[in-house]
């Protein structure tokens, strides 16, 4: 099973950029498709973005479709969030996971995802 952990989160302004990186060790991460999700205080785990194996397609969410980028690099067992023009509802808890069957099916239900990170706190003040 391949672990996960994030980085990077912090209290950004609102409509400033952040930078969440999910580095993977004990499997290549090559071998799954990664997504992003979030969760805020007394809310669900919420669906933010995913990206398949070889980065051939990437989904989002419509609350942050046109600010946020999913990247990765197999190489380095690295996968990433770019979010961009932040507001202060994007403040939550940051996870990356790793859903192995990399069936393009439910990406956006947590249960899709083997693997999670710990998570990192992201605040968006005004």
């Known amino acids: 099973q391949v672990q996960l952990v994030e980085s990077g989160g912090g209290l950004v302004q609102a409509g400033g950029p952040l930078r969440l990186s999910c580095a993977a060790s004990g499997r290549s991460l090559s071998n799954y498709a990664m997504g992003w999700f979030r969760q805020a205080p007394g809310k669900e785990r919420a669906f933010v973005a995913r990206?398949?194996?070889?980065?051939?397609?990437?989904d989002y969410s419509t609350s942050v479709k046109g600010r946020f980028t999913i990247s990765r690099d197999n190489a380095k067992n690295m996968v990433y969030l770019q979010m961009n023009s932040l507001k202060t509802e994007d403040t939550a808890v940051y996870y990356c996971a790793a859903d192995r069957s990399d069936v393009y099916r439910d990406y956006e239900r947590p249960f899709r995802y083997d693997s999670w990170g710990q998570g990192t706190q992201v605040t968006v003040s005004s």
């Open positions: 990206i398949a194996r070889w980065a051939s397609n990437t």
